[in-house]
């Protein structure tokens, strides 16, 4: 892929000649001391609000629903700027600018842009910066209820419906965070055992979710019609065609009854006045931008549905129409999101569900994706196939004979937009084009008009929601391509014709499918007759009449815009697929048992992150029970799984298609795009698709690749199924094996199609998780289930009105870079550590080296530096020696003094980190896991310019610090904490973004001096995956190491980095694109990587941040991560100035400090930090 002043890599350009080297041969990039780049740490903040308008009728915000002012040290001045065009979704309709008000930015750079007619008058982004700063944990009150006026009616008591709430919201999903759920319900003071044994549970089951007692009565319908809920019952009605031919020719009402389903007006009714739902609720549209001190302009950014240029455009066509006569109230926009997907509810039967989620856009992103947030309303229960007797309906019609595929075909089409006429009824049509006069939560009448932005489906839904024939003519619900052309996907021309035929609903349209109708319902023809397909097969039209274009096509409703796109289906389960399976094809062809190769490998990919990457328990070969989110796994580990398994003059292509591959998934998937970050996933674009184009026509050629054995297989069984029977199992046992057809991959195809569509997509609604199908899938909830689930939720909040305890202690402090354990069960005695390490190259010059790490921390500490300091944004200098001044070297050195002479280890280090979407994010080092490589900045010096390093994770420890050099304020010990590391050095090669290649290292000789080292864990980015390069083999083949510290037995001679494990580590990679990332707030120099200090922006430096002293000091309020029995023994301890003032002397004093009782723990205190 050509580089392009979007597409910078933040990696080294590394000569060519040495591209062609084996890995044994490159010389690898090595600094003379490791020194990682220390950097500041910025907790998450949302750009800052607009004050309230008077104009705009503004009250006192309603109770329950606070609206918090923006803060004094936060205020912000109104002025009038040009809108930017930039995120106009087509680039010949340039709207005007419009004058617009402009919030000043936050510390990250981002400021809002709100049309001047439109201020905010409700901002729930101040709600929840103050949420989720502190989350109170509402704690029930232990008083029991037992009589039938209890809140936790129909539990008897509040141990009981504890229990209920945990199986019914979390028992169903196994998982280790859920059974800590369970085991803090039944350890909880307030539960109590005797009140569960006598509970009728399957009558309590059955009153929540049957309703049938005294709520309601017994029959089938009324369980379905709870007052709390809406649903309905409405009969539906299409007309069957039947031809000339037939017994009785000509159209007839088929009825079904069972259509389940809530009015959508009353859906948005309740969401607008429910106080739990109006905290999240945007009404104004704001166009979002960032404005970083290292880039020349600032960007759009793209996110959320409130901020897209979609929204803002049906926003400002809102405001410039004529208003309802004599009506002054706002005019604001409820933003729908649907939501459907058919389900199978058994393995052994042909039973589904096909429900409709509806979700409102005006709320944020992050919530609808939790399920906890409860945000997700079920809106209806589709029909999925016609009854039974339907077909002795049609029988009797046709004198019996049954019709064609195209005719049934034709019915289900024709009852699923019956079912959307139902549901798009007169008072939602009138709503959408006179508004719903409300009185809202926090006071204020607004006039609120419903529009449709996204239908999220797969792609059989599409087609039917679209009305188009399934892989027809023209298979896209969204332009009108030719199939034969789609495989062209990210070519200059498809771009264009993407734009030129998009779909759209013209009368032209409409008069095709009514004069079809006609020959069909009036002339009698049959459904799929040439006459018919004559006019609709071109543009692959069906003869069905679109309820959404009969509803609202007349109000200029285009239906083929809210089709977006689908990445589950299209990608994960598409594409890659796809792709993965002929690979794996592409193997089986090979000698050598390539396929067990690449199981062996998979099952040996470390896990990473709180399952981002699990472990592959299975031979992936086998392809059983995958889901999607298994072959992203698969993709994000693939490329060092891969190489070496082609042969050479391959192998390059092959490891580019999967690097691209990844490249691409991971920026379609970003939660947070910005107008550079866009420019490069359409360069991405571009560039997978010529790479797969040359994959098909120059690659797979070479290979006779087959059908897998389990695709063989499957397609035995489904010719028995349609043949009846015709083939025996001793037929099938002797030619299994020998009937594996030749397989070829197939380009045309709607899903590869789709991916040129992504960008435009999210310049127009925002990121991809905002409409992903994946909410839809995790809502799939039998409908007894889901108003279980609701009943117990009115309980929770009912029986917590009754009484709210304050606040619990946090458990976490995400405001903390790390949090390490208070422990000090585990000391070792330095001296003696050393000296039963003596041939241990990992413990070589131990304490000389941990002493010279120490020495400029605690210097900083007795000094009061700062952690805001601008100078610590540099390393800290290194303490050199030579042989001539070994004396002075050593002296400086023992001014370090370990209280006791010890050192405290520990088992976990959590690392917290701010994410470039703007999370707060944790992860967790354990030495003895998988979970022990971390990346740091590095900080170079002119030989290299990649700009992290990384090590592997030893141990983690504490010490009880003592300093006596110049500038000692006392001699107190102070707790410092700290990492021993191994580390590792990169290889020369190309690598990067824009050669397509990962980062290879490998670690640094143990023979260096530098191999083993300390680091300060505030200096710690994050966790990182260092997947083993397989095909190199183990650094020590007999399994025998040389060092019992650094476990180097199981080593491997090289290393991946794995850039493509998550998001954040995409945008890492992506040098000063990432909103988060402040640390790469820095002028980009040639190189692309390397940081200038000097231009970091002081501004972004918080003065109320702690220093990092008192950041020590807050570590008291975390909780113990690894020893929950510690106990701090109060006492009282004398000051410095009290120690100094007194009759010892400080070498009494040092002495006295140095060899105190240190058992278990230390009990000195210094500014109220024991030690």
Excluded at 225 to 246: C, E, K, M, Q
Excluded at 493 to 520: G, Y
């Amino acid at each position: 892929m050509a580089p392009s002043p979007l597409h910078q890599s933040a990696v080294a350009l590394i000569p060519a000649e040495d591209d062609t080297l084996p890995l044994s041969l490159r010389r690898s990039r090595r600094n003379n001391r490791r020194l990682p780049l220390r950097f500041r740490d910025m907790l998450p903040e949302f750009p800052l609000p607009l004050p309230p308008q008077d104009h705009e009728g503004q009250v006192e915000p309603a109770s329950g629903c606070p609206d918090a002012e923006p803060p004094p040290s936060k205020h912000v001045q109104l002025q009038v700027a040009p809108v930017s065009t930039s995120n106009s979704p087509h680039a010949d309709k340039v709207p005007e600018p419009r004058p617009t008000l402009k919030t000043d930015t936050n510390s990250f750079g981002l400021f809002r842009l709100y049309d001047e007619g439109s201020p905010p008058s409700h901002d729930p982004q101040n709600c929840l910066d103050t949420e989720n700063a502190v989350q109170p944990h509402q704690v029930l009150s232990p008083q029991q209820r037992t009589t039938t006026d209890s809140p936790f009616h129909p539990y008897p008591n509040e141990s009981s419906f504890r229990l209920g709430d945990w199986y019914w919201n979390e028992g169903m999903q196994q998982s280790r965070r859920n059974f800590q759920k369970l085991i803090e319900i039944v350890g909880g003071s307030e539960f109590r055992a005797e009140d569960i044994r006598t509970t009728n549970w399957t009558a309590i089951d059955r009153e929540l979710g049957d309703l049938d007692t005294a709520e309601s009565a017994t029959t089938d319908a009324e369980e379905w019609l709870d007052a709390d809920a809406g649903w309905i019952r409405t009969p539906v009605t299409i007309s069957v065609p039947f031809h000339r031919r037939s017994l009785h020719p000509g159209p007839k009402d088929y009825s079904v009854n069972d259509f389940y389903h809530r009015s959508l007006m009353s859906i948005i009714r309740g969401k607008l006045l429910d106080p739990t739902h109006h905290k999240f609720f945007h009404y104004e549209p704001y166009e979002l931008r960032w404005q970083p001190p290292h880039k020349a302009r600032d960007l759009g950014v793209h996110g959320e549905l409130f901020t897209s240029a979609s929204f803002l455009e049906a926003h400002r066509n809102l405001q410039d129409s004529p208003k309802e006569p004599g009506c002054d109230l706002p005019r604001r926009i409820v933003a729908l999101m649907f939501w459907s997907d058919a389900t199978q509810l058994t393995t052994f039967s042909d039973a589904k569900l096909w429900p409709l989620y509806v979700y409102l856009g005006n709320e944020t992103k992050d919530k609808r994706g939790q399920p906890t947030a409860y945000l997700c309303t079920h809106a209806a229960y589709f029909q999925s196939q016609l009854p039974d007797s339907f077909k002795d309906f049609v029988l009797e019609n046709t004198g019996g004979k049954l019709p064609g595929d195209a005719f049934f075909t034709h019915c289900r089409r024709e009852l699923f937009h019956a079912q959307w006429r139902v549901l798009l009824d007169d008072d939602f049509v009138y709503a959408y084009t006179h508004g719903l006069a409300l009185t809202c939560c926090d006071g204020v009448k607004r006039r609120l008009y419903p529009r449709i932005f996204t239908y999220s489906a797969d792609y059989p839904e599409k087609v039917l929601i679209a009305c188009i024939r399934n892989l027809g003519a023209c298979p896209c619900p969204r332009c009108l391509i030719p199939k034969d052309r789609v495989h062209n996907m990210g070519s200059e021309r498809d771009m264009l014709q993407r734009h030129i035929l998009a779909r759209s609903d013209t009368e032209e349209r409409r008069r095709k499918v009514t004069a079809a109708r006609r020959l069909i319902y009036e002339q009698q023809y049959v459904v799929d007759t040439p006459q018919v397909e004559a006019l609709l097969k071109d543009e692959s039209l069906v003869p069905t009449v679109n309820a959404f274009s009969d509803r609202l096509g007349h109000l200029s409703f285009n239906l083929y815009l809210m089709l977006v796109v689908d990445l589950l289906h299209e990608f994960e389960l598409g594409v890659w697929k796809a792709v993965f399976i002929h690979l794996l094809r592409m193997l089986d062809s090979m000698k050598g048992n390539m396929l067990s190769h690449l199981d062996h490998r998979y099952r040996q990919v470390p896990t990473f992150g709180r399952g981002t990457v699990r472990r592959f328990g299975r031979n992936v070969s086998e392809l059983k029970r995958m889901t999607a989110r298994d072959f992203e796994d698969l993709l994000q580990c693939a490329i060092p799984v891969f190489a070496g398994l082609f042969p050479e003059s391959h192998h390059s292509a092959i490891i580019k298609l999967l690097f691209l591959l990844a490249h691409w998934h991971g920026m379609a998937k970003l939660r947070m795009h910005t107008d550079e970050t866009l420019g490069i996933l359409e360069n991405v674009t571009k560039a997978l698709s010529e790479e797969l184009r040359k994959f098909v026509t120059e690659i797979c050629p070479a290979f006779a690749a087959k059908e897998l054995r389990r695709e063989a297989e499957c397609r035995r069984r489904r010719q028995a199924r349609e043949g009846g029977g015709g083939v025996t199992q001793t037929q099938g046992a002797a030619n299994k094996g020998n009937d594996r057809h030749p397989k070829v991959l197939n380009l045309k195809t709607y899903k590869l199609h789709a991916l040129g569509d992504y960008a435009a997509q999210i310049r127009r609604y925002g990121t991809t998780d905002s409409y992903s199908t994946q909410p839809g899938e995790l809502e799939h909830r039998l409908a007894a289930i889901e108003r279980r689930q609701a009943r117990i939720r009115r309980i929770r909040v009912r029986s917590q009105r009754e009484a709210l305890t304050g606040d619990d202690p946090v458990p976490d402090a995400p405001d903390l870079r790390h949090v390490i354990g208070k422990s000090q069960n585990y000391p070792a005695d330095l001296t003696k550590f050393v000296q039963s390490n003596l041939d241990d190259p990992a413990a070589k010059d131990f304490s000389v080296k941990l002493k010279r790490h120490l020495l400029p921390r605690i210097q900083e500490i007795h000094v009061g530096k700062d952690c805001t300091d601008p100078t610590l944004r540099t390393p800290r200098p290194p303490l050199e020696h030579s042989e001539t001044d070994d004396e002075s070297f050593f002296t400086m050195l023992n001014q370090v003094v370990f209280k006791g002479n010890r050192i405290y280890q520990h088992n976990i280090c959590r690392i917290n980190y701010t994410t470039y979407d703007l999370r707060r994010e944790t992860e967790t080092i354990n030495p003895k896991s998988d979970h022990r490589d971390i990346m740091l900045l590095a900080h170079t010096d002119g030989t290299s310019i990649h700009p992290f390093c990384y090590a592997r994770v030893l141990g983690i420890y504490h010490s009880n610090v003592i300093y006596t050099g110049p500038g000692a304020r006392d001699y107190l010990s102070r707790r410092v904490e700290f990492l021993w590391v191994r580390w590792f050095e990169l290889m020369d090669g190309p690598a990067g973004y824009d050669h397509c290649a990962l980062d290879i290292a490998k670690f640094v000789p143990m023979a260096n001096t530098d191999a083993f080292g300390f680091v300060d864990p505030a200096d710690v980015l994050r966790c990182c995956q260092l997947i083993p390069a397989y095909a190199e083999g183990r650094l020590h083949p007999d399994g025998i190491g040389m060092s019992r510290g650094a476990r180097d037995c199981e080593d491997w001679k090289f290393y991946y980095i794995n850039r493509f494990v998550d998001r954040d580590m995409v945008m890492r990679y992506h040098w000063g694109m990432g909103v988060g990332h402040v640390y790469a707030y820095t002028s980009s120099s040639t190189n692309g990587g390397q940081q200038d200090n000097s231009q970091f922006v002081s501004g972004l430096v918080d003065d109320a941040e702690t220093s990092l002293e008192e950041a020590q000091d807050d570590s008291n309020e975390i909780q113990e991560l690894e020893d929950d029995s510690a106990l701090w023994t109060e006492m009282d301890y004398p000051t410095s100035d009290e120690s100094n003032g007194g009759a010892d002397s400080d070498s009494d004093v040092l002495v006295d400090a140095m060899y105190e009782s240190d058992e278990g723990e230390d009990s000195d205190v210094y500014d109220g930090y024991k030690f």
